[in-house]
């Protein structure tokens, strides 16, 4: 029976990512894949986590099975990050979180719990989107498709025809939404745009699903909600997947979360049983340790206060990079405007160069990036800023 598989590509960013490691070139650079990285071209474990594992091992007491929902200390703290801890959505019992093997397992999740709510439903990305969301929502067995997003001419949103898109979409299909820090281009809405988003959601009655998996990368903690909180002030339902894999540095830990507010609490209970049931006929419960480390750093005002500072410090370092890669190479004598970098938020920007300088920078150089030219900024440190920008400067100028 296996030898009638047939062969599949690599996932255009983890197999970067293990090209990148077999290079052997010593000035190599990798921005590739979407991980965090300090001046050292390290990713560390953040000190709160430390200090949280620690405390984890002198109190678990026991290994018992943790539920389909997950640990819902976690779940509490998650639903206050994202929507504010007063937010109505949570004083009406309308939401309903399960903590998920990572982001992109809250994603499976939304897509099967979607298909049980509708399933003639299409979910709708933007164009482009994170090269895994569309194979991802395939897999489940929905439809896929895609409403303009960004303007590759202008670097910047294609907002009209955005919302002329979205003005065609109808009640019972899903939109995805970026909530900040857009992965891949970095370009967000602004608040003005959320709120024209959110007015044409109520109006065509489809359901947002907000995808934020970059929560304080942008512009900090509760700015990088404020899209997702108008939204739910707004709207009758919509769903929410969320990472603490970029923000907490836990990427191996596998740690998001679904969220799912409903009409009412009535509504958010009879979700919540089905939001269970399809966690059981995938992986029955979630691993613990990240949950409860997320858990313990909230529980903590000064484990808390820690986080932020070192949140805020990842962040102040990207945007910093940010300002220094148009230096740089305007010092390499590039004339071109690369001042729409500063624009976007998070860990990515699309440099708008062509396939064929990408191949070259990989080939000659050990400069990686995907194939979209998107850079994930945090692969720079000063160490290897001047190499990547001669190196950049090298292949615009041909
Ligand atoms: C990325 O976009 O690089 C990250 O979200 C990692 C991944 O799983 O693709």
Redesign the pocket.
């Known amino acids: 029976m296996f030898s009638q598989l047939q062969t599949v590509a690599t996932d255009p ?2 197999g970067l990512m293990a090209e990148y490691k077999a290079d052997p070139n010593p000035n190599k650079v990798d921005l590739g ?2 991980v965090y990285k300090d001046e050292q071209g390290h990713t560390a474990v953040l000190k709160c986590v430390k200090e949280a594992e620690a405390l984890r091992l002198r109190q678990e007491d026991s290994k018992t099975y943790i539920g389909m929902a997950g640990d819902l200390n976690f779940n509490t703290h998650i639903e206050k990050l994202a929507f504010g801890p007063a937010h109505q959505v949570l004083l009406a019992n309308r939401v309903t979180s399960a903590h998920t093997p990572g982001g ?1 397992g809250a994603l499976r999740v939304a897509a099967e719990f979607i298909k049980r709510a509708n399933p003639n439903a299409t979910i709708w990305v933007t164009t482009p989107t ?3 969301h569309i194979s991802l929502f395939q897999a489940a067995g929905l439809k896929v498709k895609e409403y303009a997003y960004y303007d590759y001419s202008s670097k910047g949103l294609q907002s009209e025809q955005m919302f002329a898109d979205l003005n065609k979409i109808p009640a019972g299909d899903v939109v995805l939404v970026h909530a900040c820090c857009h ?1 891949p281009s970095g370009m967000d809405l602004t608040f003005e745009q959320w709120q024209r988003f959110t007015a044409i959601a109520k109006e065509r009655g489809f359901t947002p699903l907000v995808d934020m ?1 970059y929560q304080g990368f942008g512009s900090g903690l509760d700015e990088d909600a404020a899209g997702l909180r108008y939204l739910a002030d707004n709207v009758p339902e919509l769903l929410l997947c969320s990472s603490c894999s970029k923000n907490f540095g836990l990427y191996r830990e596998r740690i998001g979360a679904i969220s799912i507010v409903a009409t009412d609490s009535k509504v958010a209970e009879i979700a919540r049983v089905n939001l269970l049931s399809v966690v059981r006929s995938i992986y029955s419960m979630p691993p613990a340790h990240g949950a409860i480390i997320v858990g313990h750093i909230l529980d903590s005002q000064e484990l808390t206060t820690l986080w932020h500072q070192e949140l805020a410090e990842m962040r102040n370092r990207i945007n910093d990079y940010r300002q220094l890669i148009i230096d740089k190479l305007a010092a390499e004598g590039i004339t071109d405007d690369f001042s729409f970098i500063t624009r976007q938020h998070g860990m990515f920007s699309f440099l708008g160069i062509t396939k064929a300088q990408i191949d070259r920078l990989k080939a000659e150089f050990s400069v990686y990036m995907v194939g979209s030219s998107r850079v ?1 900024i945090a692969g720079l440190n000063h160490s290897n800023i001047d190499y990547f920008a001669r190196s950049v400067a090298t292949v615009l100028k041909g």
């Open positions: 960013i983890l894949v979407g992109t994170w090269a895994n992965n998996a994930s």
